[in-house]
């Protein structure tokens, strides 16, 4: 079965920094592509970022770009997500997300994306 279980979400100010942890379970994690996504209260949920498994380039949307950094480590079957310079429209429930295994595209997407954490909330304030 598989599972992904977000944390490390918070309130912050804004400039701050949070850094985002998704631990997998059940998953060829060295084998599958994984991403960020983030919904805000009344608005679809939105692609922030992906990494690839066959490919050392990471994606990111352009909202945080230059903020955020999706890192992942295979040997814990962990996702990342560095956050800094947060502003209050970072505001939103972040999900975690991992794409079928030995998919070679890294697709941005939400409909691409197979299984799904439960979120973790991120509060940004002015």
């Known amino acids: 079965q598989v599972q992904l279980v977000a944390s490390g979400g918070g309130l912050v100010q804004a400039g701050g920094s949070l850094r985002l942890s998704c631990a997998t379970s059940?998953?060829?994690?060295?084998?599958?592509?994984l991403g960020w996504f983030r919904q805000a209260a009344g608005k679809e949920r939105e692609f922030v970022a992906a990494i690839g498994w066959n490919d050392p380039r990471t994606y990111y949307a352009d909202a945080v770009e230059g903020r955020f950094t999706i890192s992942r480590d295979n040997a814990k079957s962990t996702l990342y997500l560095e956050m800094n310079s947060l502003n209050p429209e970072d505001t939103a429930m972040y999900y975690c997300a991992a794409d079928r295994p030995y998919t070679y595209i890294v697709s941005t997407n939400v409909w691409n994306y197979e299984y799904w954490g439960q979120g973790t909330q991120v509060t940004v304030s002015s």
């Open positions: 059940g998953l060829t994690f060295g084998s599958t592509t």
